[in-house]
């Protein structure tokens, strides 16, 4: 560096040249000595220049060392978003594509935005640019697919579900059913009392789980059999059971005498065995969840036989997939049966209705002893996001978590019309936190729970 500062020195000193005068025969010479002095401002000032050369060159190595680390990793990246999207671009047009797939590919082009952004303000050459420009034409694409979905393919849908409602309310339950029904012409329920039954089961508060109620008698029935009231405790594991009791009048179930035990399987992992809180006993039969299945099961209590159904729809839950699960789950609770005016019902939840509750109309035919799903109906409902359900005159009402003492009804279906209403707000009062079971019963008006442990009824008063 030396030598360089006194090559570009030497032309400065070897053209300076001394002018003398002629005084007294002799050559007299005045000479500055600051002439002479070494430049030092300028070697200070070429030293600087060096020195942010150097700097200059040194943050151009490290640009060209994230430059070739990390631009290969983002157009990788790049790329596979691109592969990725092409198949919602040919399906955009077949309305076959995910809506949750896209949104998923929206989040990950934030994140491949923040990242080009970071390289493209430290870079910003053609290569930056171009990804930019990749990055947004990606986005354009998945924002014109997701409005697409939003405006088209969502409204289809709800078309859709809304005809085939109406189609399954018109094909076999008579437009007037309400009127031959002497409460089902009052309309909603207009609120619920307090319990007016408080009790605890017979089997103690461990069991946590079951169903209870009083017989929900089919075409009249027997007079005998007008006042029975049974318990359906689960008592292995909280998930499964085998035994069905049955008391004679009210006294008898207040008091726990004079009840009847009833075995509908042989072990608690038979086929035949109950899987969930979801039993009612419905004329001489109680109808139950399958163990391990996606069958209904009738258990005769007058021969001991068992047949069994299995539900329509495209991955219908069980196996704990699609509990009651609003606030704390209870487990298990795929599947439920339910008895109202017009008949038995089975709610649930399906994969191909979004894990949406729905609701299937089930009839036993005595002449060829099968039972059948005659009707299916599909709400908007996520079932994990409910408490429990209950249907009354063909209405469907699905209750929620208010507080560890009281539920909320907060939606109805009428599957007579496929109509729907989210606006209510009747309270549930209860004394524990978990609700195992909710179920109405036409004979009496009244809902049965089964709350950890506590068998509550209460009146359900119309409009």
């Known amino acids: 560096m030396t030598l360089q500062l006194l090559l570009l020195l030497l032309p400065l000193v070897g053209g300076e040249r001394v002018m003398g005068v002629k005084e007294k025969g002799a050559c007299v010479c005045s000479v500055d000595s600051e002439l002479w002095g070494f430049p030092v401002q300028q070697y200070e000032n070429i030293q600087q220049l060096l020195q942010s050369c150097e700097d200059s060159l040194q943050s151009l190595n490290q640009q060209v060392l994230l430059s070739s680390d990390r631009l290969p990793h983002i157009q990788s990246l790049v790329a596979n978003v691109t592969a990725r999207l092409q198949p919602h671009q040919y399906l955009q047009y077949k309305g076959l594509y995910s809506t949750l797939g896209l949104r998923q590919l929206s989040t990950e082009i934030n994140q491949l935005e923040g990242h080009v952004s970071v390289v493209h303000s430290q870079l910003n050459n053609k290569h930056t640019q171009a990804l930019t420009k990749e990055v947004e034409k990606l986005r354009q694409n998945v924002s014109q697919m997701k409005m697409t979905d939003d405006i088209n393919l969502q409204t289809l849908k709800e078309q859709v579900r809304y005809l085939k409602n109406r189609v399954e309310s018109c094909k076999s339950i008579p437009n007037d059913f309400r009127a031959q029904h002497e409460h089902c012409t009052k309309g909603l329920v207009k609120n619920i009392s307090e319990a007016v039954v408080t009790k605890i089961s017979p089997y103690g508060k461990t069991y946590i789980s079951g169903s209870w109620g009083k017989q929900a008698l089919q075409n009249g029935g027997e007079d005998e059999e007008q006042d029975r009231y049974w318990v359906q405790p689960l008592v292995s594991s909280h998930i499964w059971g085998n035994v069905l009791r049955v008391y004679p009048t009210y006294d008898d179930f207040m008091a726990s005498i004079n009840h009847k035990d009833y075995t509908f399987a042989p072990a608690h992992t038979h086929p035949n065995s109950i899987e969930g809180p979801s039993a009612v006993l419905y004329g001489k039969a109680l109808y139950y969840h399958c163990y391990k299945s996606e069958d209904i099961c009738r258990y005769d209590?007058?021969?001991?036989?068992?047949?069994?159904?299995?539900?329509?729809?495209?991955?219908?839950?069980?196996?704990?997939?699609?509990?009651?699960?609003?606030?704390?789950?209870?487990?298990?609770?795929?599947?439920?049966?339910?008895?109202?005016?017009?008949?038995?019902?089975?709610?649930?939840?399906?994969?191909?209705?979004?894990?949406?509750?729905v609701v299937s109309r089930l009839m036993w035919d005595s002449e060829s002893e099968t039972l059948n799903v005659t009707q299916t109906w599909e709400t908007r409902v996520f079932k994990k996001a409910?408490?429990?359900?209950?249907?009354?005159?063909?209405?469907?009402?699905?209750?929620?978590?208010?507080?560890?003492?009281?539920?909320?009804?907060?939606?109805?279906?009428?599957?007579?019309?496929?109509?729907?209403?989210?606006?209510?707000?009747?309270?549930?009062?209860?004394?524990?936190?978990?609700?195992?079971?909710?179920?109405?019963?036409?004979?009496?008006?009244?809902?049965?729970m089964y709350n950890d442990g506590y068998l509550l009824a209460y009146e359900a008063r119309f409009y």
């Open 301 to 357: 209590l007058a021969n001991n036989n068992v047949k069994r159904v299995k539900l329509p729809g495209i991955g219908v839950g069980n196996n704990n997939k699609f509990p009651y699960c609003y606030y704390d789950c209870r487990t298990h609770s795929d599947i439920d049966l339910e008895a109202d005016e017009t008949g038995l019902w089975a709610i649930y939840a399906t994969m191909g209705n979004h894990g949406n509750i």
């Open 386 to 448: 409910v408490t429990n359900a209950f249907m009354v005159c063909g209405v469907l009402y699905v209750t929620r978590y208010n507080s560890d003492y009281r539920e909320e009804v907060f939606y109805a279906f009428d599957t007579m019309t496929g109509r729907e209403d989210s606006t209510l707000s009747l309270p549930l009062e209860k004394v524990a936190k978990g609700v195992a079971s909710l179920s109405y019963n036409p004979t009496d008006r009244k809902i049965y």
